[in-house]
């Protein structure tokens, strides 16, 4: 093994390893939800010009409803963070939205893959538009995935609540039928997109949801949670 593959392999251990530590924490704090907060949900910053940071109080919200139903000890304040920054890998999930454009150069792309083969999980919330750009911007990260549509028999649909068709529909945007898409890198869903839904806008309730709707966004939010430290 030469110096340059050895640096990775070492690299990619320690990355394995703090990615581990999280998954440990996420479980201890589920036992222990009087403890002060253990972990975060981070928001992703990501270039090329789209809305990355509307939907202001859709993490607050979601970790808020999983503490109180799930028994999470996650903190109510979210991180923001950069797909090329080392400040991903303190983080289990990362939560990406908007409505245009997403980009990611060589050495963020790189490094999301890291993170994302390394144990942590990305949920992409199409917040209507964002589905010409995702698309492409993710098949930088794997080359060698495709996004797949999940069938309704799914876990990530039959955790603490059930949804038998799938992902629940929060707005109507063209009016199709809800998907939720996935990536799987060597038999593990690294990633979950919500395509004409928009649970990020269920769960930060900016269109004056009726409850049973905004509740549903959220069941399912926690849905995917639970999912992602059970796998």
């Known amino acids: 093994m030469n110096e340059t593959k050895a640096?990775?392999?070492?690299?990619?251990?320690y990355m394995r390893i703090a990615i581990l530590f999280l998954l440990l924490l996420v479980q201890a704090s589920w036992t222990?939800?009087?403890?002060?907060?253990?972990?975060?949900?981070?928001?992703?910053?990501?270039?090329?010009?789209?809305?990355?940071?509307?939907?202001?109080?859709?993490?607050?919200?979601?970790?808020?409803?999983?503490n109180e139903n799930l028994r999470t000890n996650f903190d109510l304040e979210f991180g923001t963070v950069e797909s090329g920054s080392a400040e991903i890998f303190n983080y289990p999930i990362v939560y990406a939205t908007g409505h245009g454009n997403?980009?990611?150069?060589?050495?963020?792309?790189r490094n999301l893959r890291a993170y994302?083969?390394?144990?942590?999980?990305l949920i992409l919330n199409d917040d209507f538009g964002l589905d010409p750009f995702v698309r492409p911007a993710m098949k930088k990260v794997f080359p060698e995935l495709d996004f797949v549509e999940l069938?309704?028999?799914?876990?990530?649909?039959?955790?603490?609540?059930?949804?038998?068709?799938?992902?629940?529909?929060?707005?109507?945007?063209?009016?199709?039928?809800?998907?939720?898409?996935?990536?799987?890198?060597?038999?593990r869903l690294v990633c979950y997109y919500d395509f004409e839904t928009d649970l990020g806008d269920g769960w930060d309730d900016v269109h004056n949801?009726?409850?049973?709707?905004?509740?549903?966004?959220?069941?399912?939010?926690?849905n995917i949670v639970q999912y992602v430290f059970g796998q």
């Open 32 to 66: 222990t939800a009087d403890q002060p907060p253990t972990l975060k949900l981070a928001l992703l910053k990501y270039s090329g010009g789209g809305d990355w940071y509307n939907d202001v109080n859709s993490l607050k919200n979601l970790a808020k409803f999983c």
């Open 116 to 121: 994302l083969e390394g144990g942590g999980f």
């Open 209 to 222: 949801d009726p409850q049973e709707t905004r509740s549903k966004a959220l069941q399912m939010g926690a």
């Open 102 to 109: 997403m980009l990611f150069n060589d050495i963020e792309a």
């Open 7 to 13: 640096l990775k392999a070492h690299k990619d251990y």
């Open 151 to 187: 069938p309704f028999s799914h876990p990530i649909y039959h955790q603490k609540y059930n949804f038998n068709n799938g992902l629940p529909k929060i707005h109507e945007h063209d009016g199709k039928p809800p998907q939720g898409f996935g990536l799987i890198w060597q038999g």
